[in-house]
């Protein structure tokens, strides 16, 4: 009888030391809708910090930064598009482009509320391919063979393997970015290797720095580092943002988000919205010219919630172009889709 009830012991301890932990999480349910609290084993939750970067208070959740000196955050951006276009007599002609930048931020110093980052340009890739043929210019690899692709090159070997110095916030505000000037000067002196004339030379880097300068570094670090309102959401509330899509303003993409999920040290937000269907006629004698326009975007983004840093972000975006010529008794059209991944990190989908 002893032994027996020994048995009985050592199996009611083993069942209960088999029995695993499990912790809550908050999501949305994808029937639904609704916000749902659910248990999940624990050691399927990455670790949070007792005051992670995104926390809740009454159940709003807003985001800051926490990051640690010494460590350093990627910030690889990759998109791809695939444009298929269809000629009046319904021949198909296809391309695909990729392109991505790879960056990364160490924090070198913390002083108060202010992170004192050096912004790493790690390398630059660009392909395209056509008809059966890919072209590709990676800083990464020797120069390529052709001529009209050693410009291209050349520029992106000069903008790499540089350093810029940034300050930011805790709240995720950009305030500065310095060290431009250094870099404008090797793009310069990289350009003067294959363009001769200074005219075409002064124009280049006139171009490159429309593009690659401060203002236009903090406007999209403070549009892609911090997405969560300042004042905070709730699980399952919507919040929209809407750019400009021209130059004149007249077009808007609007970007509807939702906090999807915080948990298992994630906090999950989608993305959907575009540019609306939109129809353009212009009338000469009897000829009529219309253009149909529409963009749709469809994703998701993912933040660390210790760190509040960007981890993944995989964003799917379809534009629908269709232009047509008409006469009144015949008309041509010529159709143009656009298929693309938007995303930052790629590797941690």
């Given at each position: 009888?002893?032994?027996?009830?020994?048995l009985?012991?050592?199996?009611?301890?083993?069942?209960?030391?088999?029995?695993?932990?499990?912790?809550?999480?908050?999501?949305?349910?994808?029937?639904?809708?609704?916000?749902?609290?659910?248990?999940?084993?624990?050691?399927?939750?990455?670790?949070?910090?007792?005051?992670?970067?995104?926390?809740?208070?009454?159940?709003?959740?807003?985001?800051?930064?926490?990051?640690?000196?010494?460590?350093?955050?990627?910030?690889?951006?990759?998109?791809?598009?695939?444009?298929?276009?269809t000629?009046?007599?319904?021949?198909?002609?296809?391309?695909?482009?990729?392109?991505?930048?790879?960056?990364?931020?160490?924090?070198?110093?913390?002083?108060?509320?202010?992170?004192?980052?050096?912004?790493?340009?790690?390398?630059k890739?660009?392909?395209?391919?056509?008809?059966?043929?890919?072209?590709?210019?990676?800083?990464?690899?020797?120069?390529?063979k052709?001529?009209?692709?050693?410009?291209?090159?050349?520029?992106n070997r000069?903008?790499?393997?540089?350093?810029?110095?940034?300050?930011?916030?805790?709240?995720?505000?950009?305030?500065?970015?310095?060290g431009f000037?250094?870099?404008?000067?090797?793009?310069?002196?990289?350009?003067?290797?294959?363009?001769?004339?200074?005219?075409?030379?002064?124009?280049?880097?006139?171009?490159?720095?429309?593009?690659?300068?401060?203002?236009?570094?903090?406007?999209?670090?403070?549009?892609n580092?911090?997405?969560i309102?300042?004042?905070?959401?709730?699980?399952?509330?919507?919040?929209?943002?809407?750019?400009?899509?021209?130059?004149?303003?007249?077009?808007?993409?609007?970007?509807?988000?939702?906090?999807?999920?915080?948990?298992?040290?994630?906090?999950?937000?989608?993305?959907?919205?575009?540019?609306?269907?939109?129809?353009?006629?212009?009338?000469?004698?009897?000829?009529?010219?219309?253009?149909?326009?529409?963009?749709?975007?469809?994703?998701?983004?993912?933040?660390?919630?210790?760190?509040?840093?960007?981890?993944?972000?995989?964003?799917?975006?379809?534009?629908?172009?269709?232009?047509?010529?008409?006469?009144?008794?015949?008309?041509?059209?010529?159709?143009?889709?656009?298929?693309?991944?938007?995303?930052?990190?790629?590797?941690?989908?």
């Amino acid at each position: 009888m002893k032994n027996i009830a020994a048995l009985a012991l050592i199996s009611s301890i083993a069942l209960v030391s088999c029995k695993k932990e499990t912790t809550k999480i908050t999501k949305i349910d994808p029937k639904t809708g609704k916000t749902i609290t659910v248990e999940v084993p624990a050691d399927s939750v990455a670790k949070v910090t007792e005051n992670p970067a995104i926390k809740d208070s009454a159940g709003v959740y807003t985001q800051t930064f926490k990051l640690e000196k010494g460590k350093t955050y990627p910030l690889t951006t990759y998109q791809r598009d695939t444009k298929t276009m269809t000629d009046p007599q319904g021949k198909t002609l296809n391309g695909t482009s990729e392109s991505t930048d790879e960056m990364s931020f160490t924090v070198n110093d913390i002083k108060g509320n202010i992170y004192d980052i050096t912004l790493n340009l790690i390398a630059k890739r660009n392909s395209q391919s056509a008809d059966g043929k890919t072209i590709v210019v990676d800083t990464k690899l020797p120069i390529p063979k052709e001529d009209d692709l050693k410009m291209i090159w050349n520029i992106n070997r000069a903008l790499t393997g540089n350093k810029l110095n940034m300050k930011m916030d805790t709240k995720g505000n950009v305030i500065s970015i310095t060290g431009f000037d250094p870099i404008y000067t090797k793009v310069s002196n990289a350009v003067g290797t294959i363009v001769k004339d200074a005219n075409q030379k002064a124009s280049v880097v006139a171009s490159l720095k429309e593009s690659f300068n401060e203002k236009v570094l903090k406007d999209q670090f403070n549009k892609n580092l911090t997405i969560i309102p300042k004042k905070g959401v709730k699980i399952g509330e919507k919040w929209t943002n809407s750019e400009n899509a021209d130059p004149n303003g007249k077009i808007k993409v609007t970007s509807n988000y939702t906090l999807k999920s915080v948990g298992n040290g994630i906090a999950e937000i989608s993305v959907t919205g575009g540019i609306p269907k939109k129809n353009e006629k212009q009338a000469q004698g009897a000829i009529t010219h219309s253009l149909s326009s529409e963009l749709a975007q469809n994703g998701t983004i993912k933040f660390d919630q210790n760190t509040g840093w960007i981890t993944n972000q995989n964003i799917k975006v379809v534009t629908t172009q269709i232009e047509t010529i008409s006469d009144g008794k015949q008309s041509q059209s010529m159709k143009s889709v656009s298929n693309s991944s938007v995303m930052v990190n790629p590797s941690a989908k």
